[in-house]
């Protein structure tokens, strides 16, 4: 879906010339060379099994921030936390509004909530509906599109 979106952007004019990283003024290049990949996952509440499996197999070193946006009942507390402190030696973090992300380091969303990325600070605000459906997951792939460019990766 991310690639979808991320090729919604209008079309240059042909005039433009097409700007490539020698064309990118210095100051620019060297803050986008300090970002690092930031991961989005959306998953169902079925999704648990296949995010735990991928956790156990993925090297705790890897650079890149991870943030799982799961469809969790507003009803209940969440312990998706716990669960998944258990297979990963990456530090699990339940996000609280204006949380920075950092590399090594696995996010979830709060239940009840819907969230963004802008930044890199991940901002929570209350769950909406679009014609009666939550769209938790692509509020927040949408986002880190904006936000990351292509250093933003969705699952």
């Known amino acids: 879906e991310l690639h979808l979106l991320m090729n919604k952007r209008p079309a240059k004019k042909k005039s433009q010339p097409q700007r490539t990283e020698k064309s990118v003024p210095n100051g620019e290049q060297q803050n986008n060379s300090n970002i690092f990949p930031i991961v989005g ?3 169902s509440a079925g999704g648990l099994e296949a995010f735990t499996q991928l956790l156990q ?5 890897t650079g890149m921030g991870f943030v799982l ?7 209940h507390k ?9 297979a990963t ?6 996000v609280v509004d204006d949380t920075t992300v950092e590399p090594n380091h696995l996010y979830v969303i709060s239940p009840g909530k819907q969230m963004i990325i802008s930044d890199g600070v991940l901002k929570l605000m209350p769950r909406e509906k679009t014609r009666g459906v939550a769209m938790t997951v692509d509020t927040f792939f949408f986002s880190l599109a904006s936000d990351r460019g292509n250093k933003a990766l969705a699952v």
């Open 41 to 43: 996952i959306g998953a």
């Open 57 to 61: 197999h993925l090297p705790s070193d």
């Open 69 to 75: 946006v799961q469809h969790l009942s507003p009803d």
């Open 78 to 86: 969440s312990l998706l936390r716990e669960i998944l402190s258990r």
């Open 89 to 94: 030696e990456m530090p699990v973090h339940e």
